[in-house]
Nanobody
Framework: QVQLTESGGGQVQAGGSLTLSCAFS????????MSWFRQSLGKEREFVAG????????YYADSVKGRFTISKDKATMTVPLQMDNLKPEDTAVYYC?????????????????WGRGTQVTVST
């Protein structure tokens, strides 16, 4: 059974950086595409970034392109999300999700494996 645990959230000033981490527990990490989503108050959960099962391709929402970087560490079975030049609109709970697929899927409803989330707050 796959379990996901996010860490690294916190409060940071606009323009600052944070690195989130998603720890994967369970079999077959290599076969999972991994993604990060976020949800802010009163809004629907949205796709932020994703990486294919082999780490060969990455995908980003337009709102974070050029500022966020997702990677997949097979040795530690973690999925870091490096977030630079943070903006107040990046404030949200960030969730890690896993999908046994060869492609990155951006739809929330396609995922059935989620972590509990970690709060990121960006102040002005």
């Amino acid at each position: 059974q796959v379990q996901l645990t996010e860490s690294g959230g916190g409060q940071v000033q606009a323009g600052g950086s944070l690195t989130l981490s998603c720890a994967f527990s369970g079999p077959s990490f290599i076969s999972y595409g991994m993604s990060w989503f976020r949800q802010s108050l009163g809004k629907e959960r949205e796709f932020v970034a994703g990486i294919t099962w082999d780490g060969g391709r990455t995908y980003y929402a337009d709102s974070v392109k050029g500022r966020f970087t997702i990677s997949k560490d097979k040795a530690t079975m973690t999925v870091p999300l490096q977030m630079d030049n943070l903006k107040p609109e990046d404030t949200a709970v960030y969730y890690c999700a896993a999908l046994s697929s060869t492609v990155v899927v951006t739809g929330v409803n396609n995922y059935n494996c989620w972590g509990r989330g970690t709060q990121v707050t960006v102040s002005t």
